[in-house]
């Protein structure tokens, strides 16, 4: 975006620049953070108020008298560019340093100098962190040397330690300060990022809890629904009182045990206490009572399993196994045409294979609509097994098959 600007000047554009804390915007002078102004305001007081009583750091024999306080004013100037422009700061700070030896010394002109090397360090580029330190730790031993080189005294080590508090020691808290501060936004960040995975876990353990209920929803629901549906059409469409009572008493069986299992569903989304016992999950013995059911629905079923006898499952993998010949069942009862359906358990090797094979064609009577969803929700159970699924026509079209094969180690996902 760019900001609307008199005729014949030049359009700037808007974007902010950040550096330290203060916002830049091209084509204007920085403008001082208010505490750097404080600083500056603070260090030009001090520095008056010492003068004022006469308390001088050196002869001045060159720059006598009132020459003092001209790097005393400059340098609480540049306080203002301590945040803005550090390391231009810096340069005009120690130029201004050394003229202020020229002349009597103020020691505000020293502490000033100071805070805008610590503020160099911290402000500063990384490149300019990195570098303003060894090159102060460098300075510090020339001057102790070349000052005991040239007076011979111990004496002269005095001006090395000052040199040394004046330029490294500032420098050298900006860079733990700078550190710091860059560990605590990198600890922010990594917080932040670990709050954001937590939310995305969260998000998805609802997704994955909310397909599972709607996958034993659909399961336990739906076969109770079809046969209601089929059965009721069958009452209303044929003029029978004997056709009428058997469909009325398959509709109140199926439509009792929907009550059931929607009432059992309901309880445990309700109890949310933790005390209560789940529920048994159904397993393969349930099967029998299953295709009986379907028999009183009216499909012709029948199972054969041929599992060695007694065998024990893993619950996932029963689980799994029961929701597919129920739904496998009810699509038949949906859809089927008129003849025998199997239903065939078998083991082969690892996996427990589970095939329902019904006849494919025009079904004669009612019908109840279908939604797919159940095919999907059965190669979701499989899949999540780490296993197989397969359904379509066989039998060149006049069969429909449903296939699964469902790993039996412990180690598969659970549903």
């Known amino acids: 975006m760019y900001r609307r600007l008199a005729p014949g000047t030049e359009a700037v554009p808007s974007r902010a620049l950040f550096d330290g804390g203060v916002t830049i915007r091209p084509g204007r002078l920085p403008r001082p953070h208010r505490d750097d102004a404080l600083i500056a305001l603070a260090g030009l007081v001090g520095g008056l108020a010492f003068w004022a009583i006469g308390l001088h750091s050196q002869s001045g024999r ?58 160099a360090v911290l402000y500063g580029t990384p490149a300019a962190a990195r570098r303003i330190p060894r090159v102060t730790v460098l300075l510090t031993i020339t001057v102790t040397v070349g000052c005991y080189a040239w007076l011979r005294t111990p004496d002269a080590l ?8 004046i330029a490294f020691t500032p420098a050298a808290t900006g860079v733990l300060v700078r550190n710091h501060r860059e560990a605590a936004v990198t600890a ?3 917080a932040e990022q670990t709050a954001l995975l937590a939310e995305m876990d969260r998000t998805q353990a609802v997704i994955a809890e909310r397909s599972r209920m709607a996958r034993e929803l659909h399961d336990m629901v739906a076969n109770h629904l079809s046969a209601i549906a089929i059965h009721s059409t069958a009452a209303l469409s044929i003029d029978d009182p004997k056709t009428s009572r058997d469909a009325l008493g398959v509709i109140r069986e199926n439509s009792v045990d929907g009550l059931a299992e929607m009432r059992r569903l309901i309880g445990l989304l309700r109890d949310s206490s933790g005390d209560r016992e789940p529920a048994a999950a159904p397993t393969l013995a349930g099967l029998d009572a299953l295709v009986s059911q379907a028999r009183t629905n009216g499909l012709d079923a029948h199972l ?15 689980l799994a196994a029961y929701r597919i010949v129920q739904e496998s069942l009810t699509n038949a009862l949906k ?41 999907i929700g059965m190669h979701e159970r499989v899949e999540l097994l780490g296993g197989t699924f397969g359904a379509g026509k066989c039998d060149a079209g006049k069969v429909w098959q449903v296939r699964a094969r469902l790993p039996v180690t412990e180690g598969g996902s659970t549903v």
């Not at 006598?64 to 700070?93: C, D, I, K, Y």
């Not at 090797?349 to 279908?370: I, K």
Request: with cysteine.
């Open 335 to 375: 859809h089927a045409a008129p003849g025998e359906v199997t239903v065939t358990l078998a083991r082969e090797g690892s996996a427990l294979t589970v095939c329902v094979r019904s006849p494919h064609g025009e079904r004669p009577g009612p019908r109840a609509p279908g939604s797919g969803a159940g095919l």
């Open 188 to 190: 922010r960040l990594q």
């Open 62 to 119: 060159w720059l006598p008298g009132a020459w003092v306080l001209v790097p005393l004013f400059v340098m609480s100037g540049l306080e203002l560019l301590r945040r803005t422009a550090p390391q231009t700061a810096l340069v005009l700070a120690t130029l201004t340093l050394v003229a202020d030896q020229f002349t009597r010394g103020n020691l505000a002109t020293v502490l000033m100098f100071t805070d805008i090397m610590y503020a």
């Open 304 to 318: 054969t399993d041929a599992r060695p006898a007694g065998e024990k499952l893993p619950t996932p993998v029963e």
């Open 158 to 165: 005095l001006i090395g330690i000052a040199t040394g508090l």
